[in-house]
């Protein structure tokens, strides 16, 4: 959540040194333009254990990260990476097991189980994404819902299923069979895969926007013509392979 309003969703991410916030650009960035839409966001995540409703929360100052060479922001894929935690701090490693948050980064309330991190283990690059798999989609689509009939917490991630339709060679982008609307923006697409072992979840991107569906309505008789967009039901994700680029730099 961003002090000016707007909310978005993302992931952890961690390798064996760092702990990152993946997101998509869009989400704290300004368009196209390298500057951050509102210097202070506020985290909120919660444990891998269901029973465990405390939440995780963290705010962070954006600006000094930024400063500190903390956020990563990839140049032509929609996505971004923020390192909030080092195994490191002022060159002496943290006990083992342990992370230390980096300056803009304070841990306001913390569960007992933890944040869920994505391990680079169970992360899948475009390549090797299989058409018909299905797929989960995690986050939080604020927009939904109505103020005055509140049927959905907005602090609580929502789960949607549907396939892989389509590789988009042509713009590296993973085509789903699953809707997603504002607030979605950032959350991982988890792709599952079938073997003798049973069924693994590999993370194979990030949720970047959804396909509207157009209908055009034409006065003739007037010389004027109206557009009607819609949500057709699929959406987009940006694969991992920008991300991995991004954590290396």
């Not at 650009?25 to 196209?32: A, P, S, Y």
């Not at 202070?40 to 500190?68: C, K």
């Not at 060479?69 to 002496?92: E, P, Q, R, W, Y």
Request: net charge neutral.
């Amino acid at each position: 959540m961003l002090r000016t309003g707007g909310t978005g969703s993302g992931f952890f991410l961690n390798t064996t040194t760092n702990v990152y916030l993946v997101t998509a650009r869009h989400v704290l960035m300004d368009g196209q333009a390298a500057s951050l839409q509102c210097p202070i966001a506020e985290l909120v995540s919660y444990s891998g254990d269901p029973d465990d409703r405390t939440s995780n929360r963290m705010l962070l100052d954006l600006g000094l990260l930024f400063s500190n060479k903390c956020v990563n922001v990839h140049k032509s894929s929609d996505v971004m990476a923020i390192k909030l935690f080092t195994s490191m701090t002022n060159g002496v490693p943290c006990p083992r097991g342990q992370m230390a948050a980096l300056p803009g980064v304070a841990v306001v309330q913390a569960s007992s189980n933890g944040v869920v991190g994505v391990k680079l283990g169970t992360v899948k690059r475009y390549d090797d994404v299989l058409v018909a798999n299905e797929v989960y989609l995690f986050g939080n689509p604020s927009s939904l819902g109505i103020q005055e009939q509140p049927q959905l917490d907005p602090l609580r991630p929502l789960l949607r299923k549907g396939i892989v339709a389509a590789l988009n060679d042509k713009s590296h982008s993973i085509v789903l069979d699953c809707p997603a609307y504002p607030g979605s923006s950032g959350g991982p697409v988890l792709e599952v895969e079938s073997d003798r072992d049973g069924r693994q979840m590999r993370v194979i991107g990030v949720v970047c926007q959804f396909v509207p569906s157009a209908e055009v309505w034409v006065n003739a008789s007037n010389g004027f013509a109206n557009r009607n967009l819609s949500n057709s039901g699929y959406s987009i994700a940006t694969p991992m392979d920008p991300v991995l680029e991004l954590i290396r730099q």
